[in-house]
């Protein structure tokens, strides 16, 4: 059985100017320990999609599945205090800026200890022997000194470490990793990915990458989805979609990556093909 499972995910806001379509009729099928990545440019609707799986969005959004799954569960029609047990404890979210996704008047030992009590059901010492496990687990120095840190006084390095180890609190089933690195300095970005997919073997996790990023998709995926403007227009595993892409978009994407470029300048996706030849080739 999947873990996750998405059927023609349609996702609309309600804005000013009438409703807009942000994600229209994604499908998405992830098990365990699997790595997919969902890739695409900026506004691609790559985050929406995940937080909407998730249940993590704001009421002007109207979400609609033919089906919306985990572990064979119906997130659709399940109470929210049902998806409350779910969503934080088998799946977990990490998201692009850390310090930002930190709460910044509690001590981050506090805020790891909050998810194990309310999660796990810890009591205070069990809590604190944990916190300093997970920190242990993903790389932070002198953990329980550390606990009594606030956010402001960490790297951010080292506060996406702490979201990592948030987010593996509970031994989620499934990780869905939202940019993780992008906000980092490039030899940390390396680390946090090197991290990521340790922890993902050693917990046999399904792991989702959400990255705007071909490097990244190389060196952690084992399949791909492309989403461009809301759809998904390609899926494949990372080995044929580097080497044989199949729709313009992906062929545009793939150009723009350093390594690949010929002349002085790397070509824009814009100026390779226009928005009607962008879906040439695309699957759905
Ligand atoms: N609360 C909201 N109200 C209205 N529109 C929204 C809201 N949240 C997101 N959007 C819009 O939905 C679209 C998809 O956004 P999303 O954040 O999923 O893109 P993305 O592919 O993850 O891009 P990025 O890589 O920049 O995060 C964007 O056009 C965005 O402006």
């Not at 006084?153 to 031994?171: E, F, H, K, T």
């Not at 046999?204 to 990244?216: K, P, Q």
């Not at 461009?228 to 199949?246: H, N, Q, T």
Request: with cysteine; net charge negative.
């Amino acid at each position: 059985m999947a873990l996750l499972e998405i059927e023609n995910l349609v996702v609309e806001f309600q804005t000013a100017t009438g409703p807009f379509r942000a994600v229209d009729g994604v499908s998405l099928k992830v098990h365990e320990s699997e790595v997919p990545a969902i890739v695409g440019e900026s506004g691609s609707g790559k985050s929406v999609s995940m937080l909407a799986a998730m249940g993590l969005l704001p009421w002007t959004a109207k979400v609609t599945a033919d089906k919306l799954a985990f572990n064979g569960r119906d997130l659709l029609k399940m109470s929210a205090a049902d998806r409350r047990r779910i969503v934080g404890k088998d799946i977990a979210m990490i998201f692009q800026e850390p310090i930002a996704s930190l709460n910044p008047c509690f001590t981050v030992g506090f805020q790891i200890e909050e998810v194990l009590r309310i999660h796990m059901g810890l009591d205070r010492k069990a809590r604190r022997k944990r916190a300093i496990e997970l920190f242990e687990s993903v790389g932070i120095p002198e953990p329980a000194e550390r606990l009594g840190h606030f956010p402001h006084q960490m790297s951010g390095g080292q506060c996406q470490r702490v979201m990592i180890a948030i987010a593996l609190a509970c031994n989620p089933k499934l990780l869905i990793a939202d940019e993780p690195t992008t906000a980092l300095d490039v030899t940390i970005q390396k680390q946090i990915l090197d991290l990521l997919m340790r922890l993902q073997q050693e917990y046999r996790m399904g792991l989702i990458m959400i990255t705007h990023n071909m490097g990244v998709v190389a060196e952690t995926a084992d399949r791909v989805v492309v989403q461009y403007k809301g759809r998904k227009i390609e899926e494949a595993d990372v080995l044929s979609l580097f080497e044989s892409p199949k729709s313009n978009y992906t062929r545009a994407l793939l150009a723009a990556l350093p390594e690949n470029a010929t002349g002085d300048r790397l070509p824009t996706i814009s100026e390779l093909f226009n928005e009607q030849q962008m879906l040439e080739g695309a699957t759905r």
